[in-house]
C-alpha cells in the first residue's frame, strides 16, 4: 500500500458555497482518501489520500467539479478567467442596455413611453427585446445554464441553478407574452426581458468584482514567492556563472554582489555584510553578516559582497517552507466554518422550495392580476438568496489574515490556531531563551581595595576562559582579546574556579569559595545580597588572598519583552511564568516584568503539570518557548507559539512560530488572531442577515404596506454586491498594523558599567 500524501486540487465548477460539501463528499468516497478539505475561496481542495491522483480527478469530474493538481498555470487560469468574466461583463452590458431602455424608460418616463409606442410600436420594442436578450442568454449567460441545469438534474441544485431558474422562468414568460398572449390571464401578458437580461448582467458583474478581489487575497504568497531569485551565480573552476536556482546543489559555492537576493540558505565563507531579514523576521533593522554566519534566501544583501556555501535548495529553505506553511493555513477550515458548510448544504433545495412556496401563495392570495406578482416575487426570490456569500465569510478572512501576519513574521501552522489563539485566556511563558536572550552577560562590577577595573577584568577573562561554563563565558566576554597566560587552572565544582594569572593567584566563584579560602567578603556582602534578590548570579573575585571585586552577571531580558507583556495585559490576558530555574531568580524576574504567576524549578514533565494547572484555573492557554524541553509543553497547550529562532523541533512542535524570535510578535499574534475572527464574525452575520432580512422582502414581505414589489433587477443587484462586500472587508485585514513594531536596534552587546 503507498504511504499517505497529500496533495492540493484546484477545482474548476463551484458556482457557490453549497458545492463545497458535495466536493468533499465526491473525494471522501474515493477508496484510500482519508480525509479531504475544500476552500470555497481559493477552489482549492486539500486532500490525504494513498489512492493514484487519477482516480480523485475522475471522482470529481463525475461529479461535474473538473479539477487537476494545484500549480502555477492554475494561478494563470485564474487571471485569464477574471479577463474573460470581464469580457463576458461588458458584451452582456451592452446587450442589455437598449432592453433596459426601451422597456423601464417608458415606465420612468411617460413621454419615452408614448413616442416608443408612437414609433416603433409595442410589439416591435419586445420583438427587439426578445432578440437581444435570446443573444444574451446564449453568449454570456450560457454559463449559468450549462452549470446549473445539470446540477438540477442531479437532484444537487446551486447558485447557478438560482439564476436559471429565475432568468429562465423571466424569459419564458416574456417569450408567451410576446408570441401567443392569448393563453395567459387576461391583464397578465407582460414582458419581463429587461429582468432576464439585468440579472445576467449583474450577477456577471459580482463574479467580475469577486474574482479580482479574492485575486487580492491571495497576494501575500505571490509577494512572497515572488522573493525567490530566479537564477544565483555558481563558483566553477574559480570563477562564477550564472545557473538557474533549480540547478544549485547543497555544497555550491554562491557569489553574492551588494544589492542581490540571496538564492538560497547559505553559510557565509568570506566577506562581511549588513542583510535585510524583513521578509522572513518582520524586522526592519538589517543584521550583520561574517563568516560563519547563515543567510536566509530571499533576503536582501546590502553594501558588502559575500562568498557563501549552499546549506539548504529548493522545498528545504526557510523561504519554501515559510509558503508551504502559509498556503497550509490558508487552506485549513476553522471549527466555525463546520457549521457554515452544513447550512449552505442544505440552503439552495430550500431557497427552491421558497420560491415555490411563493408563487403558490400569489396565486392563492394576490391580487388579479396574480400571476405577473407570483412571477415577479417568485424570481426574486430564487436571484436575490446568496449562499456565495456565506461560503466566502470565512476563507477570505483566512486567507488575508494568515498572509498579512506572514508578512509580520508570524506564521500560523495550523489554520485552526488562528480561531484557538483568540480564545486564549492566560499565556505561559518559558524564561530561558524566550523572556531573556539565553545568553548570560556580565552586568556589573564593583572593585574595592585599589584594584583596576580593566586590570581586574584581563586577569578574571583570562581565566575562565579556561571554562566551558556560560557564565565564565560572559566575563570572557566582556574582557580584551589579548589576555595573559594562565597556568595551574583548577575548575571546583559547585565553587567556582582558581589559577595562576600573570603571576597572580585567581579565585573566582561563590561565597563559599571565599570563605573556604579565608576572603573577607564583608564590604561587598550588601551589594551582593541585592544583585541577588533581582536576579542576577553574583561571583567574587579574589586576587593573591585579598577580595578584589564583585562580578554580577545575569540573562539579559529580551529587548521589547516589557512592552509585550504589558501589551498582552492590555489585552486582558494573564501572564505565566513556567521555568526549570531557582525559584527566586525566576521571582525576582516576574517581579520586575509584571507576570501574574511563577512555577519554577520543574523539569520537561512538571511543564506540563503546571500548564494543565493553570489551563484548569484560566481556561485555554497559550505556551510560549523555544527549546527542545519546550517540545511536550508546546504540544500539550491549547496553542503553542515557538519562538523562530529556538529549535527546529520546537518549531515543528507549535502551532504559531515568531520568526524573529521577539515576544512582540506573542502581541501582535494575539491582535491579527483577534481582528481575523472578528472579521469573519462582521462577514457572517452580513451572510446571514442578508438573506434573513431579504427573502422575505423578495417574496413580498412589504407588499401589503407600500404596495411594491422588489425587482427581480434589484434582487440580482443586492445578491452581487453581497459577496462583493464579504471579500472587500475580509480586504481591510491586509492593512492591519502590528500592535506593537519592532523597535529599531543596532545589535550591540550591553555595556559592562561600573
Excluded at 112 to 121: A, D, S
Excluded at 262 to 271: K, R
Excluded at 508 to 531: C, H, V, W, Y
Amino acid at each position: 500500500m503507498a504511504a499517505p500524501q497529500t496533495t492540493q486540487l484546484k477545482i474548476t465548477g463551484m458556482g457557490c458555497a453549497s458545492c463545497v460539501g458535495r466536493v468533499e463528499a465526491a473525494l471522501r468516497n474515493v477508496p484510500g482518501v482519508t480525509n479531504a478539505a475544500v476552500n470555497f475561496a481559493t477552489e482549492t481542495a486539500q486532500v490525504t489520500h494513498d489512492t493514484p491522483l487519477r482516480a480523485l480527478t475522475q471522482a470529481l469530474t463525475d461529479a461535474g467539479y473538473p479539477a487537476q493538481a494545484a500549480n502555477n498555470q492554475t494561478d494563470m487560469a485564474k487571471s485569464e478567467e477574471a479577463h474573460a468574466l470581464t469580457r463576458a461583463t461588458l458584451f452582456a452590458a451592452l446587450l442589455a442596455l437598449p432592453v433596459f431602455v426601451l422597456e423601464m424608460g417608458g415606465h420612468m418616463i411617460p413621454a419615452f413611453h408614448h413616442w416608443v409606442h408612437g414609433t416603433i410600436g409595442a410589439q416591435t420594442s419586445h420583438l427587439i427585446q426578445f432578440a437581444l436578450t435570446s443573444v444574451l442568454l446564449i453568449g454570456p449567460g450560457r454559463v449559468f445554464y450549462a452549470k446549473g441545469i445539470p446540477s438540477l438534474l442531479r437532484g444537487s441544485p446551486d447558485m447557478n441553478a438560482l439564476v436559471a431558474l429565475g432568468t429562465g422562468a423571466a424569459y419564458l414568460f416574456s417569450v408567451t407574452a410576446t408570441f401567443a398572449p392569448q393563453i395567459l390571464p387576461r391583464g397578465s401578458a407582460n414582458v419581463y426581458f429587461e429582468a432576464a437580461s439585468v440579472i445576467v448582467v449583474l450577477i456577471l458583474l459580482g463574479r467580475m468584482m469577486e474574482t479580482r478581489a479574492k485575486g487580492r487575497t491571495g497576494a501575500a504568497i505571490r509577494k512572497l514567492v515572488g522573493l525567490q531569485p530566479k537564477t544565483a551565480r555558481v563558483e566553477v573552476d574559480g570563477i562564477f556563472i550564472d545557473r538557474p536556482i533549480a540547478d544549485i546543489t547543497v555544497g555550491d559555492i554562491l557569489q553574492i554582489r551588494p544589492g542581490e537576493r540571496v538564492p538560497v540558505d547559505a553559510e557565509v565563507l568570506e566577506g562581511t555584510s549588513y542583510v535585510d531579514e524583513s521578509m522572513i523576521t518582520g524586522e526592519p533593522v538589517p543584521v550583520g553578516k561574517s563568516p560563519s554566519d547563515q543567510v536566509v534566501g530571499g533576503t536582501v544583501n546590502g553594501t558588502g559582497a559575500l562568498r557563501v556555501r549552499a546549506t539548504r535548495v529548493g522545498a528545504d529553505t526557510v523561504l519554501a517552507q515559510v509558503i508551504q506553511m502559509v498556503e497550509q493555513a490558508q487552506g485549513a477550515k476553522l471549527p466555525i466554518q463546520g457549521l457554515v458548510d452544513r447550512i449552505t448544504a442544505w440552503f439552495v433545495p430550500a431557497v427552491i422550495g421558497a420560491a415555490l412556496l411563493t408563487i403558490v401563495v400569489w396565486l392563492i392570495f394576490g391580487p388579479v392580476p396574480a400571476l405577473p406578482m407570483a412571477l415577479v416575487t417568485g424570481v426574486s426570490v430564487l436571484i436575490i438568496a446568496c449562499p456565495c456569500a456565506m461560503g466566502l465569510a470565512t476563507p477570505t478572512s483566512i486567507i488575508v489574515g494568515t498572509g498579512r501576519a506572514a508578512e509580520l513574521g508570524i506564521l500560523f501552522r495550523k489554520g485552526d490556531a488562528l480561531q484557538q489563539l483568540q480564545q486564549a485566556k492566560v499565556v505561559a511563558l518559558d524564561k530561558t531563551g524566550t523572556l531573556t536572550l539565553g545568553r548570560p552577560e556580565l552586568e556589573h562590577v564593583t572593585t574595592i581595595n585599589g584594584f583596576e577595573r580593566a586590570d581586574l577584568l584581563r586577569l578574571a577573562a583570562a581565566v575562565e576562559a579556561h571554562s566551558e561554563h556560560p557564565i565564565a563565558t560572559a566575563i570572557t566576554r566582556a574582557g580584551p582579546a589579548e589576555l595573559p597566560p594562565v597556568t595551574q587552572f583548577a575548575s571546583l565544582t559547585g565553587l567556582g574556579v582558581q589559577a595562576v594569572a600573570d603571576s597572580h593567584d585567581i579565585l573566582i566563584g561563590s561565597p563559599r569559595l571565599m570563605l573556604q579560602n579565608g576572603i573577607d567578603l564583608t564590604d561587598l556582602k550588601p551589594e551582593a545580597d541585592q544583585f541577588a534578590s533581582e536576579g542576577a548570579t553574583p561571583l567574587y573575585v579574589a586576587i593573591d588572598g585579598q577580595a578584589a571585586a564583585l562580578l554580577a552577571v545575569s540573562d539579559p531580558i529580551k529587548p521589547g519583552t516589557v512592552q509585550a507583556l504589558d501589551r498582552l495585559h492590555a489585552m486582558g490576558l494573564t501572564l505565566a511564568m513556567v521555568t526549570g530555574d531557582n525559584a527566586r531568580t525566576a521571582q525576582a524576574l516576574a517581579d520586575t516584568l509584571g507576570i501574574d504567576h511563577v512555577t519554577a524549578e520543574v523539569l520537561p514533565d512538571g511543564k506540563l503539570a503546571a500548564i494543565t494547572a493553570l489551563r484548569d484555573q484560566f481556561g485555554a492557554l497559550a505556551f510560549v518557548g523555544d527549546g527542545i524541553n519546550d517540545a511536550p509543553a508546546l504540544a500539550a497547550a491549547d496553542i503553542g507559539v515557538a519562538i523562530g529562532t529556538g529549535t527546529d523541533v520546537a518549531i515543528e512542535t507549535a502551532d504559531v512560530v515568531l520568526m524573529s524570535g521577539d515576544l512582540r510578535g506573542v502581541a501582535n499574534a494575539v491582535e491579527i488572531s483577534r481582528r481575523t475572527m472578528r472579521n469573519i464574525r462582521q462577514n457572517l452575520g452580513w451572510a446571514f442577515g442578508y438573506n434573513i432580512v431579504l427573502i422575505p422582502v423578495a417574496a413580498g414581505a412589504l407588499y401589503p404596506f407600500s404596495g411594491h414589489l422588489l425587482s427581480p433587477a434589484l434582487a440580482a443587484g443586492a445578491m452581487a454586491l453581497s459577496s462583493v462586500f464579504v471579500v472587500a472587508n475580509a480586504l481591510r485585514l491586509r492593512r492591519v498594523r502590528a500592535s506593537l513594531p519592532e523597535p529599531k536596534q543596532d545589535h550591540t552587546t550591553q555595556t559592562v558599567t561600573t
